[in-house]
T-cell receptor, first 114, second 112 residues
């Protein structure tokens, strides 16, 4: 089966600019997650979708980050405006059900804010 | 706050040796999972162990779970240079739906 697709692979922007990341989960996976992984640390959950509804966005910095999952399939994560501390790898993952086993992660988008 | 904490932070061994990584967590869990991450790549799911299980095997991997001590260990037997990666434990709490909370990881280096 095809994996979780993410784009772009790399992005370099200046602080205060905006950026968007895209994720296409595994077909049929109802649950989609966005994680932020700062270099040298473990991934931290930003937001979780179940179909097209938000289940958990408690750790999303809502003043600058937003995410949507239209039609319960693809998802986009946006940062506006970006700060230097947003430099990280943004990982998208999906799983087939709410507590369904292991997650499948995409390769991530490496964001550098200069 | 981090739920899982891995120990050691870094481990260097020779090919053929066994590698053991430990993970401790704070709250009651539904399940615990181990992931591998090669440099610059996404995470790969290795194994899941549920709270009512004590041990699971998958190929050269052996995972144990001690819920009374809130700890887990990952054993990789007969290690290979290709096992060089970061290894993360992640927990799904009993009360957090399906959110995975990751530890900071163990960097494993297997020298040929």
């Amino acid at each position: 089966e095809a994996g979780v697709a993410q784009s772009p692979r790399y992005k370099i922007i200046e602080k205060r600019q905006s950026v968007a990341f895209w994720c296409n989960p595994i077909s049929g996976h109802a649950t989609l997650y966005w994680y932020q992984q700062i270099l040298g640390q473990g991934p931290k959950l930003l937001i979780q979708f179940q179909n097209n509804g938000v289940v958990d966005d408690s750790q999303l910095p809502k003043d600058r980050f937003s995410a949507e999952r239209l039609k319960g399939v693809d998802s986009t994560l946006k940062i506006q405006p970006a700060k230097l501390e947003d430099s990280a790898v943004y990982l998208c993952a999906s799983s087939p059900s709410f507590r369904g086993g292991g997650y499948t992660f995409g390769s991530g988008t490496r964001l550098t804010v200069v | 706050s981090q739920q899982g904490e891995e120990d050691p932070q870094a481990l260097s061994i020779q090919e053929g040796e066994n590698a053991t990584m430990n993970c401790s967590y704070k709250t009651s869990i539904n399940n615990l999972q181990w992931y591998r991450q090669n440099s610059g790549r996404g995470l790969v799911h290795l194994i899941l162990i549920r709270s009512n299980e004590r041990e699971k095997h998958s190929g050269r991997l052996r995972v144990t779970l001690d819920t009374s001590k809130k700890s887990s260990s990952l054993l990789i037997t007969a290690s290979r240079a290709a096992d060089t990666a970061s290894y993360f434990c992640a927990t799904v709490k009993e009360t957090s739906g399906s959110r995975l909370t990751f530890g900071e990881g163990t960097q494993l280096t297997v020298n040929p």
